[in-house]
């Protein structure tokens, strides 16, 4: 090579993947995974404010004991199109989809995924299992919960009559998440670049992978289920209704066989952030870093053999109750390998206090207290008390919300000047963060009191006296602080494409690939495939205050090149 | 088809036609093995069991014989099979601990409790009563 090769793309403000090609149908027929990506953060980004709303008229209604604004029809339906909106539409495709899409082929060097048509063919998935979704609310009602538990759900008589409309939903988004997992599968197999081994991955990719592994075995189940659903309480075949002879437990055990590992299909790609988000922003090497890896692969394999703690009050056996709280503890062990390490790689870190390492340290707190509460539940004695109380609202919420969604934000913020190629205001973020920091904490912190003092869950009102009120109004005003920190991050996430600095390729110091290209990226992201060496080597980069960003310094040799002399 | 001498790899492995033949003699000979343990009454030989054994049997093996000759795991990279060896290992899981529990819960359900099965029961009966009380010829029609 002649002359100095260290910018590997040369940035440039025309040629990007943004402005490539023009036009609505460029856009809308893109087979490039970061117009997929960007295009998927979108939606998903429109049903969180969707299912946002529905959670605030939740908390609004709890405000007083008999309840504020809506009767308890309105009240079912607003917490089950909370649930369904939040668990199907947002939190499932958020990290995988939205910014697994954008960021995965680039960390492999990779032009694009594997199956670009395959790609464009999940969103389209989405946005019809969504269109089914929000449609339930016009066709009838939805009011079954998320669970869309039988007996209930099939009874035409009682439940209303929303169910079929939003099963087909959520059974078309399920096609959507497979098919994002079988091509993120097969792209992480096939297209890792030269020098990138299964242990020199980013741990992204390897959570990510894990990820997809769950969501190719277990979501046809969900389809199945909901499909026997569909037909029961159409034509009353008798599989889970008890009055044909059916059994509702066996819907369950149907239910949750995907519904546990969907829990892991949210929280291991967030995990995978914060393995990034830690090592980049304390700018020390990653520590365990195959234990880490291994913990995701250990956390979908568990994943799979634990979902009977959710039925431990449904009539489920005492000798299978016993062996699923038994393996349900056993997850604890590859969870905390990751805590321990994120820790450990903070330590003597030279930590940045960035906006996304504050989501990342945020994760870690506010999952260890979402897992440890989990102990409480897979214990089968504490769980006769705690089972569809408040607690278990509180326990979910600080694991799909403060870290699944948290970790999901984080990476935003992380990729964002990637993605756009500007940078945000950094102390705007630092106050959101804070502000929805403080909010969620109030909003749900207060619930694990309201739910071991008895407070149960999908109640429109409850008694006055009870001392409930307190700790629900703590509760309301958090989860307003929330919405407020939420807009305050659309407010600067969107002045930061008009007004904001532009981003330079790697403005926090990151190794891995897709911060060697230009931000925002060229439409085919590397004009060869780059070697790699490890990606959590960062004594490598230096800090250049021309460019606002860090570059290779001089004395150093990119992976695959020989001595530049 | 032209390209595929220059571009070996990419074409792939290709099964013999004699071997494609055999298999699909060996399925159809075992399909034939189905129909005829169907026809036989275990009932009688006191191996009541039997029937759904035997078949649920054939079937596993015409099952790997697809999976590992047209399905061409045999030839593919082992990777390939232990996917799909694991996907059942997770169906039996899944279908494991389920029946596991429901046989383990079976004796704490309340026995005849299913109001619309009895209705539907009740008016079997009582339609078949009424059939072997008309004529023969009526039930010889019902039985073709
Ligand atoms: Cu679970």
Not at chain 1, 79 to 86: C, P
Not at chain 1, 370 to 396: E, K, N, Q, W
Not at chain 1, 411 to 418: Q, R, V
């Given at each position: 090579m002649?002359?100095?090769?260290r910018?590997?793309?040369?940035?440039?403000?025309?040629?990007?993947?943004?402005?490539?090609?023009?036009?609505?149908?460029?856009?809308a027929?893109?087979?490039?995974?970061?117009?997929?990506?960007?295009?998927?953060?979108?939606?998903?980004?429109?049903?969180?404010?969707?299912?946002?709303?529905?959670?605030?008229?939740?908390r609004?209604?709890?405000?007083?004991?008999?309840?504020?604004?809506m009767d308890?029809?309105?009240?079912?339906?607003?917490?089950?199109l909370?649930?369904?909106i939040?668990?199907?539409?947002?939190i499932?495709?958020?990290?995988p989809?939205?910014?697994?899409?954008f960021?995965?082929?680039?960390?492999?060097?990779?032009?694009?995924?594997?199956?670009p048509?395959?790609?464009?063919?999940s969103?389209?998935?989405?946005?019809i299992?969504?269109?089914f979704?929000?449609?339930?609310?016009?066709g009838?009602?939805?009011?079954?919960?998320?669970t869309?538990y039988t007996?209930?759900?099939?009874?035409?008589?009682?439940?209303?009559?929303?169910?079929?409309?939003?099963v087909?939903?959520a059974?078309?988004?399920?096609?959507?998440?497979?098919f994002?997992?079988?091509?993120?599968?097969v792209?992480?197999?096939?297209l890792?670049?030269?020098?990138?081994t299964?242990f020199?991955?980013?741990?992204?990719?390897?959570?990510?992978?894990?990820?997809?592994?769950?969501?190719?075995l277990?979501?046809p189940?969900?389809?199945?289920?909901?499909?026997l659903?569909?037909?029961?309480?159409?034509?009353?075949?008798?599989?889970?209704?008890?009055?044909l002879g059916?059994?509702?437990?066996?819907?369950?055990?149907?239910?949750?066989f995907?519904?546990?590992?969907?829990?892991?299909?949210?929280?291991?790609?967030?995990?995978?952030?914060?393995?990034?988000?830690i090592?980049?922003?304390?700018?020390?090497?990653?520590f365990?870093?195959?234990?880490?890896?291994?913990?995701?692969?250990?956390?979908?394999?568990?994943?799979?053999?634990?979902?009977?703690?959710?039925m431990?009050?449904s009539?489920?056996?005492?000798?299978?109750n016993?062996?699923?709280?038994?393996?349900?503890?056993?997850?604890?062990i590859?969870s905390?390998?990751?805590?321990?390490?994120?820790?450990a790689?903070?330590?003597?870190?030279a930590?940045?206090?960035?906006?996304?390492?504050?989501?990342?340290?945020?994760f870690?707190?506010?999952?260890?207290?979402?897992?440890?509460?989990?102990?409480?539940?897979?214990?089968?004695?504490t769980?006769i008390?705690?089972?569809?109380?408040y607690?278990?609202?509180?326990?979910?919420?600080?694991?799909?919300?403060?870290?699944?969604?948290?970790?999901?934000?984080?990476?935003?913020?992380?990729?964002?000047?990637?993605?756009?190629g500007?940078m945000?205001?950094?102390n705007?973020?630092?106050?959101?963060?804070?502000?929805?920091?403080?909010?969620?904490n109030?909003?749900?912190?207060?619930?694990?009191?309201?739910?071991?003092?008895?407070?149960?869950?999908?109640?429109?009102?409850?008694p006055?006296?009870?001392?409930?009120?307190?700790?629900?109004?703590?509760?309301t005003?958090?989860?307003?602080?929330?919405?407020i920190?939420f807009?305050?991050?659309?407010?600067y996430?969107?002045?930061?494409?008009?007004?904001?600095?532009?981003?330079?390729?790697?403005?926090?110091?990151?190794?891995?690939?897709?911060w060697q290209?230009?931000?925002?990226p060229?439409?085919?992201?590397?004009?060869?495939?780059?070697?790699?060496?490890?990606?959590?080597?960062?004594?490598?980069?230096?800090?250049?205050?021309?460019?606002?960003?860090?570059?290779?310094?001089?004395d150093?040799?990119?992976?695959?090149?020989?001595?530049?002399? | 088809m032209?390209s595929?001498?220059?571009?070996?790899?990419?074409?792939?492995?290709?099964v013999?036609?004699k071997?494609?033949?055999?298999?699909?003699?060996?399925?159809?000979?075992?399909t034939?093995?189905?129909?005829?343990?169907?026809?036989?009454?275990f009932?009688?030989l006191?191996?009541?069991?039997?029937n759904?054994?035997?078949a649920?049997g054939?079937?596993?093996?015409?099952?790997?014989?697809?999976?590992m000759i047209?399905?061409?795991?045999?030839?593919?990279?082992?990777?390939v099979?232990?996917?799909?060896?694991?996907?059942?290992?997770?169906?039996?899981?899944?279908?494991?601990?389920?029946?596991?529990?429901?046989?383990?819960?079976?004796?704490?359900?309340?026995?005849?409790d299913?109001?619309?099965?009895?209705?539907?029961?009740d008016?079997?009966?009582?339609?078949?009563?009424?059939?072997?009380?008309s004529?023969?010829?009526?039930?010889?029609?019902?039985?073709q």
């Amino acid at each position: 090579m002649t002359g100095d090769p260290r910018p590997l793309e040369q940035p440039t403000l025309t040629d990007n993947y943004l402005t490539y090609t023009r036009g609505f149908l460029s856009w809308a027929l893109t087979l490039d995974h970061k117009r997929i990506g960007l295009m998927y953060l979108c939606s998903v980004l429109l049903a969180f404010l969707l299912g946002g709303i529905f959670a605030l008229l939740v908390r609004t209604q709890l405000l007083v004991p008999e309840g504020l604004i809506m009767d308890q029809d309105d009240y079912n339906q607003a917490f089950t199109l909370h649930g369904g909106i939040m668990v199907f539409l947002v939190i499932i495709p958020s990290t995988p989809a939205a910014l697994g899409n954008f960021v995965l082929p680039i960390m492999l060097g990779a032009k694009d995924v594997a199956f670009p048509r395959l790609n464009l063919m999940s969103y389209y998935l989405w946005v019809i299992g969504a269109i089914f979704m929000v449609y339930s609310i016009f066709g009838g009602g939805l009011d079954t919960g998320w669970t869309f538990y039988t007996p209930y759900s099939i009874d035409q008589n009682s439940a209303m009559g929303g169910v079929i409309p939003a099963v087909t939903g959520a059974f078309i988004l399920g096609f959507s998440s497979i098919f994002t997992g079988m091509n993120f599968i097969v792209t992480i197999h096939r297209l890792r670049p030269k020098g990138m081994t299964w242990f020199r991955m980013p741990l992204f990719l390897w959570s990510i992978y894990a990820t997809a592994v769950i969501q190719v075995l277990a979501t046809p189940v969900l389809g199945i289920t909901l499909a026997l659903l569909a037909v029961e309480r159409a034509f009353g075949i008798g599989i889970f209704d008890p009055t044909l002879g059916g059994d509702p437990v066996l819907y369950q055990h149907f239910f949750w066989f995907y519904s546990h590992p969907a829990v892991y299909i949210m929280i291991l790609p967030a995990m995978g952030i914060v393995s990034e988000l830690i090592a980049v922003h304390s700018h020390r090497h990653i520590f365990g870093y195959s234990f880490i890896a291994w913990s995701s692969v250990a956390i979908a394999m568990f994943s799979f053999i634990v979902w009977g703690h959710h039925m431990f009050t449904s009539g489920q056996s005492p000798l299978v109750n016993v062996v699923f709280s038994f393996i349900t503890f056993s997850v604890a062990i590859p969870s905390a390998v990751k805590v321990f390490n994120w820790l450990a790689t903070m330590y003597k870190g030279a930590i940045s206090w960035n906006t996304p390492m504050l989501y990342g340290m945020g994760f870690i707190f506010l999952f260890v207290i979402g897992g440890l509460t989990g102990l409480y539940l897979g214990t089968l004695s504490t769980d006769i008390h705690l089972h569809d109380t408040y607690f278990v609202v509180a326990h979910f919420h600080y694991v799909m919300m403060g870290s699944a969604l948290i970790g999901f934000i984080g990476g935003l913020h992380h990729w964002w000047p990637k993605m756009i190629g500007k940078m945000y205001n950094e102390n705007a973020g630092r106050v959101a963060f804070v502000l929805f920091f403080i909010g969620y904490n109030m909003t749900f912190f207060t619930q694990f009191m309201l739910g071991s003092h008895g407070m149960p869950r999908r109640y429109a009102t409850y008694p006055a006296d009870a001392g409930f009120q307190m700790y629900h109004i703590i509760s309301t005003i958090g989860s307003y602080m929330m919405a407020i920190a939420f807009f305050m991050m659309a407010a600067y996430f969107i002045s930061s494409i008009f007004g904001g600095r532009r981003a330079a390729a790697n403005p926090w110091g990151g190794r891995s690939l897709e911060w060697q290209c230009t931000s925002p990226p060229p439409h085919d992201n590397f004009s060869e495939q780059p070697e790699v060496g490890d990606c959590y080597d960062f004594s490598v980069l230096r800090w250049d205050e021309a460019t606002q960003g860090y570059v290779w310094r001089e004395d150093v040799d990119r992976p695959g090149e020989k001595s530049h002399a | 088809m032209s390209s595929s001498n220059h571009e070996h790899g990419a074409v792939g492995h290709i099964v013999p036609i004699k071997m494609l033949v055999g298999t699909c003699l060996a399925l159809l000979f075992l399909t034939g093995v189905t129909v005829w343990v169907a026809k036989l009454d275990f009932v009688e030989l006191r191996m009541d069991e039997m029937n759904i054994l035997v078949a649920m049997g054939v079937a596993v093996v015409k099952c790997t014989i697809v999976a590992m000759i047209f399905m061409h795991l045999r030839w593919d990279r082992s990777f390939v099979g232990f996917v799909f060896v694991g996907s059942f290992i997770f169906v039996g899981i899944f279908i494991g601990f389920t029946l596991l529990d429901s046989s383990e819960y079976q004796p704490t359900i309340i026995p005849g409790d299913t109001p619309q099965v009895q209705l539907k029961l009740d008016a079997l009966n009582a339609s078949m009563a009424a059939d072997s009380a008309s004529s023969g010829e009526h039930d010889g029609a019902a039985s073709q």
